[in-house]
């Protein structure tokens, strides 16, 4: 982009605040925002040029195709969430206690990627790069399964709850904070980790 | 549909089991799958009429739009959400018991009527029916909160977490069932209730 472009963008549409400023993480951000807004398939690069203010030509300078922005929107969240799982305390101590911080960790990742998360809780699997994500998905949860089944094994977790439908419905209580939550909406999202963990492993009974 | 049209079927398309045999529910249930599959804004009438091997004159025989088929699969779900929380064991004895019922109820519902509460929970409120369905959950979401404060209130359950944070991670925890519970694929459906109580009124902990 250049200066002239700008000057006349500023002229023309002073609404669209900040147009000359995009880098690549602001172009990303757009991106996600637009993908979750109206879906992956049905967004063009055309559509997210508009939405952005750019012509394709500058957008092609940050990013080669629409589909390296969902890998690399994708690789944030998948990353994010493999991170806590490769974390030391999700490997070393009582299973209990890796499955706790496991629990709250993913948690934090969500609140603070929601946007990338969202994008990779609606991924069908069109396309390589969707199919490489609900792979890596399949891992998490099989990990996240075995942690489970370890805390039954060590007598910490009930196992009158089958650990692979408890490890899905553990995350499916986590991921519905996408559905719900947003930043500065009255909720607390540094809470939501110790809530969750409440609920699940202690149970909203007192007695 | 006549008998001719019937015969003609079975002669060119042996492929098509079924076809001459759809009734309202026949077609409301091949509309909802389609709606689930492709999106209900993506799917037109002809995309229906084409997956059943209908008419469209046939179709408008049955409904009289997209819109009355979206109206009729949504009140099944959201009726039958309700109607748990109009039951008597929802309304009359200690808190906590009535939101077990609710608990294990709602999941029954989402269960036997999977593909119904598959489309309500992907509506976004395009349009008036959407909104009219919006409305219906969020009328919902405040009993069940009402339930957890009630269950609070009486001393029965932690109020440690908010009481409108809870509802929506128990709801959260039910709902993502539709994401990946298949009948006959493994998980017990029945038990998927029992499962959901005991992690969040009992949790997970045995210690």
Redesign the interface.
């Known amino acids: 982009m250049t200066a002239a472009d700008s000057a006349t963008t500023t002229a023309d549409a002073p609404a669209r605040r900040g147009r000359p400023g995009y880098d690549r993480d602001g172009i990303l951000a757009v991106a996600v925002q637009l993908f979750n807004e109206q879906?992956y398939d049905a967004t063009s690069v055309s559509d997210l040029a508009r939405r952005l203010g750019l012509a394709k030509s500058a957008l092609y300078h940050h990013f080669s195709s629409k589909e390296e922005l969902l890998s690399v929107a994708l690789e944030a969240a998948l990353g994010g969430l493999e991170a806590v799982l490769d974390d030391p305390r999700a490997s070393a101590g009582a299973a209990?206690d890796r499955l706790r911080f496991v629990l709250t960790g993913a948690t934090d990742v969500l609140v603070a990627q929601l946007p990338s998360v969202t994008l990779l809780l609606r991924v069908r699997g069109n396309g390589p790069v969707e199919q490489a994500a609900l792979e890596r998905r399949r891992v998490f949860d099989h990990r996240v399964t075995d942690l489970?089944a370890a805390?039954q094994a060590e007598?910490?977790?009930?196992d009158?709850?089958?650990a692979?439908?408890?490890a899905?419905?553990?995350?499916?209580?986590?991921?519905?904070?996408v559905?719900?939550y947003r930043p500065g909406g009255g909720?607390d999202g540094g809470r939501?980790g110790a809530?969750?963990v409440?609920?699940?492993?202690?149970?909203?009974?007192?007695?």
Chains 1, 2 share one sequence.
């Open positions: 879906g209990s489970v805390a007598g910490d977790v009930r009158d709850v089958d692979a439908v408890a899905r419905l553990l995350f499916g209580m986590i991921n519905s904070v559905e719900w909720v939501l809530d969750i409440r609920i699940a492993l202690d149970g909203l009974r007192t007695s």
